[in-house]
């Protein structure tokens, strides 16, 4: 990125969108028609939160299944001539219209619904496709040799992991847990219908996306991916690759604003160390995953690359490594694969929380930019104007772990902290205001956040709206964290109900060069 390329965005996970017929969460047949109103109003980035398979009972994007599949609980089931010519929502009996009627996202009704259909639609295209040779049988051949580094480990897993009724992996028998290949052989035998399943789904996915993408690239909208710091220990990857992950220990992260005592986040750690014995592979093809799939990559957790945060099931907490020289080493190296990797993708990096200044030096230093959150830039009593933010940033006024706007402007900024806002020259037409977040409250923060020395500026789509809903809540699990919706369909945001928002965000990307 560079100065001449100041743009604006939306932050707005997929599960957030909604469409007058959708089955209870964002689907990807929602992105052509949230770009289109995007562009209109003059934005031209859209920010999503990670779409990798994550499992039954699991809510959090953050947790996946798998570094490489889609979650197929986004799939657009209407889109999928399978499943309409094996009868379509009718085939389906009850289930679909409570799903629709929710105000949140009920995660396994909607994975199990989504299921059914999948499976009806499989055996429609056995049976009228795949038999007989036909020219989507052949797409699918191509897709299945295109993908299968990732694909055929992954629909091995899936299959196994439904004959074990969702049984973790390491409580598998050991032939399997251990991939004893034998016990593979057999496997992939026996349950060559059900992986092929597996990728039939994942293959519908690469479809739509890519259809979806076009579109996007036709409006001019960038779609910018979330590439999780890593996978849940219970996934393919971990699986397929038990010696370049410490399991007996867990990832997380040092005390911070969001957490005084810290947060286990129980994901595995990375072995390095192992990983470097075949040249960083399996970094090497997530990365260039992601990029195939996005114009740009937000890099979640992007410290991580230089020291992880290593919880021990018998240890003291530690970084790992633990000097500064190594950590420095470590994350420029790795970081030099994700650039290379990446191709012509734009690498962000996320560099919140618990961050030494050597590694936003380093990030500089290599060109990638980290992110500047408004309620976060300051000192005591002072707060930082965005005007003077560095080219080489992304300024934002929250994230998908922070409460909304109007909530930290009226619940937790106060009388000082405003006052000490309305002082910075970006925000003085704050002098003066309350505590209530008023339409002119609203202007003026966004204003003020616009004219950043960022190139990019990103607003969470709440905050574009002046809405208080809040993604998700660091720290805590279960509803109402990733059940957030838009309060509007996609078919309504084209239409009158859009307009006033579009218009107020098109007139200040206009204003500000954006």
Excluded at 464 to 482: L, M, Q
Aim: neutral net charge; aromatic residues 10%.
């Amino acid at each position: 990125m560079s100065a001449a390329e100041r743009a604006a965005g939306i932050l707005c996970p997929l599960f957030a969108l909604r469409g007058r017929r959708d089955w209870g969460i964002g689907e990807i047949g929602h992105l052509p028609g949230f770009c289109r109103w995007l562009a209109a109003a003059g934005h031209h980035v859209l920010q999503l939160l990670p779409i990798s398979e994550t499992s039954t009972g699991e809510r959090s994007p953050y947790a996946a299944l798998s570094a490489f599949a889609l979650d197929p609980i986004h799939l657009s089931l209407d889109a999928v001539e399978d499943f309409v010519a094996a009868g379509g929502e009718p085939a389906l009996g009850a289930g679909l219209e409570s799903a629709r009627s929710r105000g949140d996202i009920d995660y396994d009704a909607v994975r199990a619904l989504k299921r059914r259909a999948l499976a009806l639609a499989f055996g429609r295209f056995l049976a009228t496709e795949w038999e007989g040779g036909s020219a989507r049988a052949e797409a699918f051949r191509r897709f299945r040799a295109a993908e299968s580094a990732w694909l055929a480990d992954y629909a091995l897993f899936r299959a196994l992991r439904e004959r074990h009724r969702g049984q973790p992996w390491t409580a598998w028998e050991p032939p399997l847990r251990d991939r004893v290949p034998a016990a593979l052989r057999e496997a992939r035998a026996t349950l060559a219908r059900e992986g092929l399943f597996q990728e039939y789904v994942q293959w519908l996915a690469a479809e739509q996306w890519a259809a979806a993408r076009r579109e996007a690239t036709a409006l001019g909208v960038r779609l910018m991916g979330d590439l999780a710091f890593v996978v849940s220990g219970d996934s393919a990857d971990v699986w397929a690759r038990q010696d370049e992950f410490v399991r007996d220990a867990s990832l997380g992260a040092p005390p911070d604003v969001f957490d005084l005592g810290g947060q286990d986040w129980g994901l595995p750690v990375y072995r390095w160390e192992a990983m470097a014995r075949n040249d960083h592979a399996w970094l090497r093809a997530r990365v260039a995953r992601a990029a195939a799939l996005f114009a740009a990559v937000r890099l979640d957790h992007v410290v991580g690359f230089y020291r992880q945060f290593v919880i021990p099931s018998a240890a003291p907490r530690r970084f790992v490594p633990a000097a500064e020289s190594d950590q420095l080493a470590l994350g420029e190296r790795l970081l030099g694969i994700v650039r290379a990797s990446a191709g012509s993708a734009v690498v962000t990096g996320e560099d919140l929380g618990v961050v030494p200044d050597f590694v936003r030096r380093s990030l500089a230093t290599l060109g990638i930019p980290g992110y500047r959150v408004l309620r976060w830039e300051s000192d005591p009593g002072v707060f930082r104007d965005p005007a003077g933010f560095p080219p080489l940033s992304v300024a934002t006024t929250g994230t998908h772990d922070t409460s909304a706007l109007a909530a930290w402007w009226e619940e937790e900024l106060g009388d000082d902290g405003r006052r000490a806002l309305a002082a910075v020259p970006s925000f003085a037409r704050l002098g003066g205001a309350g505590p209530a977040f008023t339409p002119a409250v609203h202007e003026a923060l966004l204003d003020g956040l616009y004219g950043a020395g960022s190139t990019l500026v990103v607003l969470p789509f709440p905050d574009a709206y002046g809405g208080r809903e809040r993604i998700n809540v660091p720290g805590t699990v279960g509803p109402p964290n990733w059940g957030y919706r838009l309060p509007w369909t996609v078919e309504e945001l084209g239409g009158s109900a859009g307009a006033p928002v579009q218009g107020r965000l098109r007139a200040l990307a206009a204003r500000h060069g954006r």
